[in-house]
């Protein structure tokens, strides 16, 4: 018979799940609720069933509810019992049936001699998932009611609390909150040890109490296993500085906290990595196989482990190979874990041959023969490692050494000895100003030699073939009279290049390179393109292939289905009667031909009109009615040929096409041009652009036609009228008059001041506008409120004092004259590092802070390749050479 108060809960009554639910949902939560149900109610209940009411039938036969008042029980007991809590405090237990556990946990627990929470608060999670029936909802359940339980100490009035009574407590609650230990067994031990201190403030009684501390048994064992539990955590490691820090205040001393890892490392339950970092300690493979206690299944895999092949193990011990086999099998399946499983991850992922693992990882063959044994190798480029943020920097430290194994350093700097690797650094080193292959062939033979590869085959320039791949390459421009020059292409952003090209407003026409070149002279210098030859490889190899363009013979491009005939016929069109002389002179300056090559070359087709050096020809003439039409239509001041064409086409759509031409279009009022027409009301073109561009005090030069933008004598005003500062840019294709400054008292003569006033400042060998202010240069220009665009047009144009580069959506200056290049930049900041060397995202970021240029990390690579610097993947960083990288490590 058990006993039991009327308010108990159901759950008390150790029900069946079932059964226990069904009840909880129509509200019986009570005994008392349970016992004043009628057969017919229980009868009544959906889902109990009749098994459910055969259980509660029995149930309620062996149970017996008396009064509080009248229990003289167990459950008194448990009034008065009480428990040493992790503070050293005593609290009053409690029952478990308190904790609204439910009805499966709390049975488990009742089933395994659990009834109180003095009992609960011993256990670890690992010996709760360990009982019988406790699955993991159980353990979860328990956990977080034990979480909730609000535990009220039992107060001692009678006696008061000594200094060394609170001492303990408090220690003891300090260590245990990070380190886990045995309460009752420390608890006395450090009580005693503080009584019999004399003065338990003194300095050597804290070292005492520390040192007794380190050797209790339950505090060693409590650091270990806080040890072991952290440094799991970390796969790659815990320096002892990171453990100490963990550590509760009454045990941090260094010496005797060393002493203890020491013990630890003594005793083989840690080891110290190649970064001198702790690990716990894993048996060998070695050390596993000789403890097998068949001492033949230890022979056969200490002999297979030695590199011996199945087959021959077998006939030293006269079994089949398949009986190895499985011997193998069966005890490498069965192994803890062990030492060498550290590297399952780099061999199941990459295809590492022995050799090289051998090499990189210093390590013995029977390691890698394990792996083998064990895992499946794979099948990924070792060259990929490097990229792995799986792997620690010391591993990518071993996988350099397998790398580089076919790597050469060359003034200090590493060249994979391949025929692309060591031809792409002589390029690099000899050929920035131009080199004809055959120099550059003579010139890598003799590399050959020094290196002592002059025999080997592999490294034979093959002639004709060998220069077609460095035509092809990323790193070479092709320029006249097959001469080259290394460029760099990967390192430069293109976006600036095609839009100032606006190569989209080019259709069915053929021109030259020589073209774009001339027409672009600010942005070719910025990109570095020394003609049109370069200009014309540069395109072919940047351009989007969906793009309609055909690179015929340098330096000619082709958009579209060109008409090269055409084209002549429409200039001559144009001009006649003209000489030849002249018309070649005004070929060139619109399609970019030289002139020499039209003559030779462009004029066959139109020979028949060439009569005493002159060409003649008579145009077709448009009607007076069409002329009268398309005058209506055309009421702008200027257009490009191709959409007065789609006018004309628009409006008489059956008409002869060549009925518009050149000529007819001057009797439409238009002076006509290369590939466009101004109002003739304008003297000519120039006179046309330099009364937009000053008409007004602000210019928004993005508003005006798009192919504008970039004819070459639109191009030239605006580059005479910035550079006379007549007009600023204060932002791109944005520009504000001369006259509009001097409203405000800031004329030309401020202008030049500024430009003055920075080139005398004490600034850095390269600067932003932003680096600038940031240094604390100041000027009255500043009073405007400019943004720094504006600053720096200014600069742009005294040529005498600066020169720049467009880096990174912002103008990079430096003074004097030259060239400015991004490799040098970022050499000059990495010199200026007390350390040589740069996190390549700590780089980009100050770039932004410090000069406000914004650039991607992987173009600061590749600009790192135009000198001496070096940039390592592993730890992804510039230094200032290899040699700098090489004593770092």
């Known amino acids: 018979m058990k006993y039991f108060m009327k308010n108990d809960s159901i759950k008390e009554l150790t029900l069946s799940g079932r059964t226990y639910n069904t009840l909880m949902r129509v509200g019986i939560t009570t005994i008392n609720q349970l016992l004043a149900l009628s057969i017919d109610d229980l009868e009544s209940i959906k889902n109990l069933g009749q098994k459910g009411y055969e259980e509660i039938e029995q149930t309620i036969r062996n149970i017996k509810v008396i009064d509080k008042n009248n229990l003289k029980d167990k459950f008194q007991e448990s009034e008065q019992q009480t428990f040493l809590g992790n503070d050293g405090k005593r609290y009053k237990d409690v029952e478990i049936s308190e904790l609204q556990l439910s009805n499966r946990a709390y049975n488990c627990l009742k089933n395994n001699g659990i009834c109180y929470l003095s009992q609960l608060l011993v256990k670890t999670e690992d010996e709760l998932f360990q009982m019988q029936n406790m699955g993991k909802k159980s353990v979860l359940d328990v956990l977080e009611q034990v979480k909730k339980v609000q535990l009220i100490p039992i107060e001692s009035s009678d006696i008061p609390e000594s200094l060394e009574q609170k001492m303990c407590r408090d220690l003891v609650s300090e260590i245990n909150e990070i380190v886990p230990i045995q309460i009752k067994g420390v608890y006395p031990k450090l009580s005693n040890l503080l009584e019999n201190i004399k003065d338990i403030n003194a300095v050597d009684s804290h070292d005492i109490i520390v040192s007794e501390l380190y050797n209790m048994v339950e505090v060693n064992q409590g650091l270990r296993c806080f040890v072991f539990q952290f440094i799991e955590k970390k796969e790659d490691g815990v320096s002892e500085r990171r453990l100490f820090e963990q550590l509760p205040n009454c045990l941090k001393n260094k010496d005797f906290f060393h002493q203890f890892m020491l013990d630890m490392l003594q005793d083989k339950c840690l080891v110290l990595n190649e970064e001198n970092l702790y690990e716990k300690r894993y048996p060998t493979v070695l050390e596993y196989v000789q403890n097998i206690e068949d001492e033949r299944a230890s022979r056969i895999l200490l002999l297979l482990l030695d590199g011996m092949t199945l087959q021959d193990v077998g006939k030293q011990y006269n079994v089949s190979r398949e009986r190895i086999r499985q011997i193998k099998k069966r005890y490498i399946s069965k192994a803890p874990k062990l030492q060498e499983d550290k590297y399952a991850y780099i061999f199941q992922k990459y295809n590492l041959l022995r050799e090289d693992f051998l090499l990189g990882f210093d390590n013995n063959v029977a390691t890698y023969n394990y792996l083998s044994m064990a895992y499946k190798r794979g099948n990924e480029n070792v060259e990929q490692m490097l990229e792995d943020p799986e792997l620690s920097e010391h591993e990518k430290v071993c996988v350099e050494k397998i790398i580089y194994k076919n790597y050469v350093t060359l003034n200090g700097e590493r060249v994979l000895k391949t025929r692309s690797g060591l031809s792409e650094y002589l390029l690099r080193t000899i050929g920035k100003?131009?080199?004809?292959?055959?120099?550059?062939?003579?010139?890598?033979?003799?590399?050959?030699?020094?290196?002592?590869?002059?025999?080997?085959?592999?490294?034979?320039?093959?002639?004709?073939?060998?220069?077609?791949?460095?035509?092809?390459?990323?790193?070479?421009?092709?320029?006249?009279?097959?001469?080259?020059?290394?460029?760099?292409?990967?390192?430069?952003?293109?976006?600036?290049?095609?839009?100032?090209?606006?190569?989209?407003?080019?259709?069915?026409?053929?021109?030259?390179?020589?073209?774009?070149?001339?027409?672009?002279?600010?942005?070719?210098?910025?990109?570095?393109?020394?003609?049109?030859?370069?200009?014309?490889?540069?395109?072919?190899?940047?351009?989007?292939?969906?793009?309609?363009?055909?690179?015929?013979?340098?330096?000619?491009?082709?958009?579209?289905?060109?008409?090269?005939?055409?084209?002549?016929?429409?200039?001559?069109?144009?001009?006649?009667?003209?000489?030849?002389?002249?018309?070649?002179?005004?070929?060139?300056?619109?399609?970019?031909?030289?002139?020499?090559?039209?003559?030779?070359?462009?004029?066959?087709?139109?020979?028949?009109?060439?009569?005493?050096?002159?060409?003649?020809?008579?145009?077709?003439?448009?009607?007076?009615?069409?002329?009268?039409?398309?005058?209506?239509?055309?009421?702008?001041?200027?257009?490009?040929?191709?959409?007065?064409?789609?006018?004309?086409?628009?409006?008489?759509?059956?008409?002869?096409?060549?009925?518009?031409?050149?000529?007819?279009?001057?009797?439409?009022?238009?002076?006509?041009?290369?590939?466009?027409?101004?109002?003739?009301?304008?003297?000519?073109?120039?006179?046309?652009?330099?009364?937009?561009?000053?008409?007004?005090?602000?210019?928004?030069?993005?508003?005006?036609?798009?192919?504008?933008?970039?004819?070459?004598?639109?191009?030239?005003?605006?580059?005479?009228?910035?550079?006379?500062?007549?007009?600023?840019?204060?932002?791109?294709q944005k520009y504000i008059n001369i006259r509009k400054l001097c409203s405000v008292g800031m004329g030309s003569h401020v202008i030049k001041d500024y430009c003055k006033s920075v080139y005398a400042y004490s600034v850095p060998t390269y600067f932003t506008i932003h680096s600038l202010h940031r240094i604390g240069f100041e000027h009255e220009l500043d009073d405007l409120g400019f943004e720094e665009w504006f600053y720096s047009s200014i600069l742009v144009e005294d040529k005498e004092h600066f020169c720049y580069r467009r880096v990174g959506k912002n103008r990079l200056f430096k003074k004097g004259q030259g060239e400015v290049y991004l490799a040098d930049f970022i050499e000059w900041i990495i010199y200026s590092k007390d350390t040589l060397s740069m996190d390549v995202y700590d780089l980009s970021d100050e770039l932004l802070n410090e000069y406000n240029i914004s650039i991607e990390t992987f173009k600061l690579v590749e600009a790192t390749k135009e000198n001496s610097l070096y940039y390592d993947r592993i730890t992804e960083k510039i230094y200032a050479d290899y040699e700098v990288y090489f004593d770092e490590i």
């Not at 030259?512 to 001339?518: D, G, H, I, P, V």
């Not at 002389?581 to 031909?593: N, P």
């Not at 933008?709 to 791109?732: D, G």
Request: net charge negative; hydrophobic share 40%.
């Open 433 to 732: 100003k131009g080199i004809t292959f055959d120099e550059f062939k003579e010139l890598y033979q003799m590399l050959l030699e020094d290196l002592g590869l002059e025999n080997n085959s592999k490294f034979t320039l093959m002639d004709r073939g060998y220069e077609n791949k460095m035509a092809a390459s990323n790193h070479v421009l092709w320029k006249h009279h097959k001469k080259m020059r290394y460029y760099n292409i990967d390192s430069y952003e293109y976006d600036d290049l095609f839009k100032t090209l606006n190569l989209n407003q080019y259709n069915n026409i053929e021109i030259s390179a020589l073209k774009l070149f001339r027409e672009n002279p600010e942005v070719m210098r910025e990109y570095d393109i020394q003609d049109e030859y370069e200009l014309h490889n540069l395109l072919k190899k940047i351009c989007p292939k969906d793009m309609d363009i055909s690179f015929k013979r340098m330096p000619n491009i082709e958009f579209g289905k060109a008409d090269r005939d055409k084209q002549v016929m429409d200039l001559l069109l144009e001009m006649a009667p003209v000489t030849n002389t002249d018309l070649a002179d005004a070929y060139e300056k619109q399609f970019g031909v030289l002139a020499s090559t039209v003559l030779a070359n462009y004029f066959k087709k139109i020979y028949k009109y060439f009569f005493n050096g002159v060409y003649k020809i008579d145009a077709p003439r448009l009607s007076e009615i069409m002329v009268d039409k398309l005058s209506k239509c055309l009421d702008k001041e200027f257009y490009l040929l191709a959409d007065i064409r789609k006018v004309y086409n628009t409006i008489f759509p059956n008409a002869d096409p060549n009925m518009l031409n050149p000529f007819t279009i001057k009797e439409l009022g238009f002076r006509v041009y290369s590939n466009y027409a101004v109002s003739n009301k304008y003297t000519s073109a120039v006179e046309y652009f330099r009364t937009i561009l000053t008409a007004q005090d602000l210019i928004d030069a993005s508003q005006f036609p798009e192919g504008m933008l970039t004819i070459i004598a639109y191009m030239s005003e605006v580059y005479r009228l910035k550079a006379c500062y007549e007009i600023i840019e204060y932002r791109p």
